[in-house]
């Protein structure tokens, strides 16, 4: 389901023919902008717009001659609109409808990629509150910590998702942005007019200044937006994977029946789809790499950003497509084992309890120095002798002196430490 959704929704805006659909609605636009302020006839323009055609084919036997699209691209639509091809391209450079075309064609990926961060962001939501109050143990350096509950993991997914949801759109707008300025950003033959006009019909922005091309410091944000979003899932992806091992087994990716794991174990249940998604955030992080060297270039323009481009926009954007999918699959169908977590909870004997027993000393008016030499030296022979810590704790003579069988009792109510879940959820949730 999720390679068909990208092949035919994402895949779609960069396969050639909607390349050259954009690139020839820039063009009959500026004719129309040209007619309007009364460079070209009106009936000329109006002509372009009925006659105007393309063949991909006839595109690609002519570049083959000329080693040059866009020229290519112009020569072919010539051959269908007639003596008014004239009124065609006039003023403009092919950067003018490159760029002006790209922005229009990243809009119609990004609005995919948002409702893929919707759709993501949902499942998170669904996934957070049915795991509300699902106790575990949280960790630290892969080190038990304290206790949590499952549901607080998606909880702050959601909300650093929430964040990379308004970096892509804050991204879409910074490359929303056309120019139609020439050759290298004077207007010399053509008129601002022009620009505007095509720019409001594409529902774009008009660059205050540009050179030859659209600044690509717009698309290194993009890019970066994007890099984030990746990071972000391979950070998911990643605790997945964690809590999946055998030793853990927390969680589980869905195994569905008939699957395989394994051509030489029969007992292999792998979490590949999230290791899968850990590799392909290193492309996404590689390809912004590249789009920030893309800022540089010579004078008012080279073409050394072009072939990277060429690359690094369709793949990356559907790359996040294929991974804001791939994980909100992955989260719907996760299998959550509560007993299991239960059980790696009371693997330590209470040691995650230690910093509740450390406070109460230091409530008492033991100074926190002392109060940490009490608590360490039973926590260290519960680790070294596998004694319940708990009842080292109680049989201790040094800490009896502040607290009473009764009071270390209450120290360890898993409930205790997590009274304020439901606050943290409120802010998330809001």
């Known amino acids: 389901m999720i390679k068909r959704y990208t092949r035919d929704a994402m895949g779609r805006i960069w396969k050639e023919e909607n390349k050259f659909h954009t690139w020839l609605l820039v063009e009959i636009l500026a004719c129309e902008g040209l007619a309007k302020i009364g460079r070209i006839p009106k009936k000329a323009a109006q002509s372009i717009r009925k006659k105007a055609q393309f063949s991909i084919e006839r595109i690609e036997a002519i570049e083959a001659e000329t080693k040059h699209d866009v020229i290519a691209f112009l020569t072919n639509v010539a051959e269908t609109v007639g003596p008014d091809a004239r009124y065609i391209h006039l003023g403009m450079t092919?950067?003018?409808?490159?760029?002006?075309?790209?922005?229009?064609?990243?809009?119609?990926?990004?609005?995919?990629?948002?409702?893929?961060?919707?759709?993501?962001?949902?499942?998170?939501?669904?996934?957070?509150?049915?795991?509300?109050?699902?106790?575990?143990?949280?960790?630290?350096?892969?080190?038990?910590a304290e206790p949590m509950?499952?549901?607080?993991?998606?909880?702050?997914?959601?909300?650093?998702?929430?964040?990379?949801?308004?970096?892509?759109?804050?991204?879409?707008?910074?490359?929303?942005?056309?120019?139609?300025?020439?050759?290298?950003?004077?207007y010399a033959n053509i008129s601002p007019k022009?620009?505007?006009?095509?720019?409001?019909?594409?529902?774009?922005?008009?660059?205050?200044?540009?050179?030859?091309?659209?600044?690509?410091?717009?698309?290194?944000?993009?890019?970066?937006?994007?890099?984030?979003?990746?990071?972000?899932?391979?950070?998911?992806?990643?605790?997945?994977?964690?809590?999946?091992?055998?030793?853990?087994?927390?969680?589980?990716?869905?195994?569905?029946?008939?699957?395989?794991?394994?051509?030489?174990?029969?007992?292999?249940?792998?979490p590949v789809a999230s290791e899968n998604l850990s590799g392909l955030a290193r492309l996404v992080r590689s390809n912004a790499s590249a789009a920030l060297n893309n800022v540089a270039l010579w004078h008012e323009r080279d073409i050394s950003h072009s072939s990277v481009e060429r690359v690094i926009i369709p793949d990356t954007t559907i790359i996040i497509d294929y991974m804001?999918?791939?994980?909100?699959?992955?989260?719907?169908?996760?299998?959550?084992?509560?007993?299991?977590?239960?059980h790696n909870l009371e693997l330590t004997r209470g040691l995650i309890f230690s910093q509740q027993v450390l406070l109460a000393l230091a409530k008492q008016g033991v100074s926190r120095e002392q109060a940490y030499q009490l608590v360490q030296k039973q926590a260290m022979r519960a680790w070294k002798e596998h004694k319940d810590f708990r009842g080292l704790v109680r049989s201790d003579?040094?800490?009896?002196?502040?607290?009473?069988?009764?009071?270390?009792?209450?120290?360890?109510?898993?409930?205790?430490?997590?009274?304020?879940?439901?606050?943290?959820?409120?802010?998330?949730?809001?």
């Open 324 to 342: 804001l999918n791939r994980m909100t699959d992955i989260i719907r169908h996760l299998v959550v084992y509560p007993k299991q977590m239960q």
């Open 149 to 186: 509950t499952f549901g607080l993991k998606p909880a702050l997914w959601f909300d650093e998702m929430r964040r990379n949801r308004a970096r892509m759109e804050h991204a879409v707008e910074t490359i929303s942005v056309g120019k139609l300025s020439g050759a290298v950003g004077t």
């Open 94 to 144: 092919s950067s003018d409808i490159l760029d002006t075309a790209m922005a229009v064609r990243l809009r119609q990926a990004s609005k995919i990629i948002l409702r893929g961060c919707d759709r993501l962001l949902a499942a998170l939501k669904k996934k957070a509150l049915a795991h509300k109050h699902t106790v575990m143990v949280g960790r630290s350096h892969g080190i038990h």
């Open 397 to 430: 003579p040094d800490i009896a002196r502040y607290l009473g069988s009764e009071e270390v009792e209450q120290l360890f109510d898993v409930n205790a430490q997590l009274r304020h879940v439901d606050t943290i959820f409120a802010r998330v949730f809001k």
């Open 194 to 270: 022009v620009e505007a006009y095509v720019c409001r019909k594409l529902g774009l922005k008009v660059a205050p200044v540009s050179n030859q091309i659209i600044q690509r410091d717009r698309y290194a944000e993009y890019f970066a937006a994007m890099a984030v979003l990746a990071s972000t899932i391979e950070k998911i992806a990643v605790e997945i994977r964690h809590l999946q091992r055998t030793e853990v087994l927390e969680v589980e990716e869905y195994f569905s029946r008939g699957q395989k794991g394994s051509s030489a174990m029969p007992h292999k249940r792998n």
